[in-house]
């Protein structure tokens, strides 16, 4: 049977961090309240150097480093964001030609903070079911593009990020074992983006803003203590685990308490929950992959271990998965023949990338499609 490992992971996060006392100078508030209220000390914020896009890429780079993937083989590039750098083209789609992931499909998907979980379950769907047989998973969101630095009840929270996986279908066992997804859009008033062109207008209740993030902190705080702990709780009933079983619990993070009511609902000691709120706040799609890599980097992670990654947000929505973390498989080939080989594989998709855009720019018709359907037809023996 088929499953889908996750073999790389990278983030980014803009160098430009600001403090709550940096908030404090423009906003009533202080960094006492924001840190006892949120466990938030500091975030990043992307400023005018970093997008979505960028972000995105910087951190799928690095997973397809960590996986020693070339980026020329990649299936399916999903970039989850709540904030993409235009409406279209998706973001996927750019950060697809940034990399010359010539042979990938690409898409966006819109889950709010809950973005990253949903991504990764499409994913491990599709890889299981032989649609695809890698896939690079981005959650990437700047939000205080969209912040109003005016809102207290909002600027205070959010931060910029992306963060990314790239998952690989094999037969060994593990990997994605179960997710649990839900939704209810009876609460999408309790947490909008800008809107874009004429849009629906609730006849009652909220006062939506059109340009910026609005949120009902005490609503959207009362649906994440509950719904995190019970999708967390479902997925690992499916795999057919108990939360004794898990290792480590990486939850989107929002709100320290949040995180802290989840881990109470799941009996769950708080050595065995990730958290690192106090340097970015909320990064929304990216918080779970960047939460992941730092506990990596921090030694928290080991083959075989089971965690949980689960979300909540927008929408409103919520995510969660059960993974077995698995080392990564034996390279056939060495290091360096490898990294030459994928030095120019990478070069060959930068040329096609230039003469296609030439072309484009030239008004020429340009072939786009039919050699990558071509080399697909050819791969799986097709005529
Ligand atoms: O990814 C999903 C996105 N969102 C979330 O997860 C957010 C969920 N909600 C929360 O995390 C919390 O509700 C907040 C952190 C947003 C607010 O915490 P709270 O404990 O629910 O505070 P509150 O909204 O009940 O406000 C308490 C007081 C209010 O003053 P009064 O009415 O009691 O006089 C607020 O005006 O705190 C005031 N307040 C602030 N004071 C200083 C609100 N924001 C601030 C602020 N600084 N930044």
């Not at 993937?69 to 409406?87: G, K, M, N, Y």
């Not at 990064?283 to 990654?309: K, N, Q, Y």
Request: aromatic content about 6%; hydrophobic content about 40%; proline content about 4%.
């Amino acid at each position: 049977m088929r499953s889908a490992h996750i073999r790389g992971w990278g983030k980014f996060v803009p160098p430009q961090v600001m403090t709550n006392q940096d908030l404090a100078r423009f906003v009533e508030t202080d960094d006492e309240w924001i840190r006892t209220r949120t466990g938030i000390a500091e975030r990043r914020v992307a400023g005018k150097t970093d997008t979505t896009l960028t972000m995105a890429v910087k951190a799928a780079r690095e997973a397809l480093r960590v996986a020693d993937f070339d980026s020329t083989q990649v299936e399916l590039v999903i970039v989850a964001t709540a904030t993409p750098d235009r409406v279209f083209p998706a973001t996927a789609c750019m950060v697809q030609d940034e990399l010359g992931a010539e042979h990938a499909a690409a898409f966006d998907l819109s889950a709010g903070c809950s973005g990253f979980v949903y991504a990764l379950s499409v994913a491990s769907t599709m890889l299981k079911a032989g649609a695809a047989n890698n896939a690079l998973v981005i959650g990437s969101d700047a939000l205080t593009h969209i912040l109003d630095w005016t809102d207290r009840n909002t600027c205070v929270l959010f931060g910029d990020g992306a963060g990314a996986f790239l998952l690989q279908a094999t037969e060994e066992p593990g990997g994605i074992l179960s997710f649990e997804l839900g939704s209810d859009g009876s609460g999408g008033d309790l947490l909008t983006g800008p809107m874009v062109g004429n849009t629906y207008e609730p006849a009652v209740g909220a006062n939506l803003s059109h340009d910026f993030i609005f949120m009902n902190g005490r609503a959207v705080f009362r649906f994440a203590t509950r719904i995190m702990g019970l999708a967390a709780e479902r997925t690992i009933q499916k795999a057919g685990l108990t939360s004794d079983d898990i290792d480590l619990f990486i939850p989107h993070q929002a709100n320290v308490r949040i995180i802290e009511a989840a881990a109470r609902h799941l009996k769950l000691p708080m050595e065995k929950v990730y958290v690192n709120i106090h340097r970015y706040g909320n990064t929304s799609a990216a918080s779970i992959p960047v939460a992941c890599c730092e506990a990596v980097e921090e030694g928290r992670l080991h083959p075989g271990d089971r965690i949980v990654m689960v979300g909540f947000g927008a929408g409103l929505t919520w995510g969660a998965v059960t993974v077995q973390w698995e080392p990564m498989p034996k390279q056939l080939q060495p290091r360096e023949v490898r990294v030459a080989r994928r030095w120019l594989r990478h070069q060959k998709a930068r040329a096609t990338h230039l003469r296609h855009k030439l072309g484009h720019r030239a008004g020429e018709v340009v072939d786009t499609g039919t050699a990558v359907i071509e080399k697909q037809r050819k791969r799986h023996g097709e005529r």
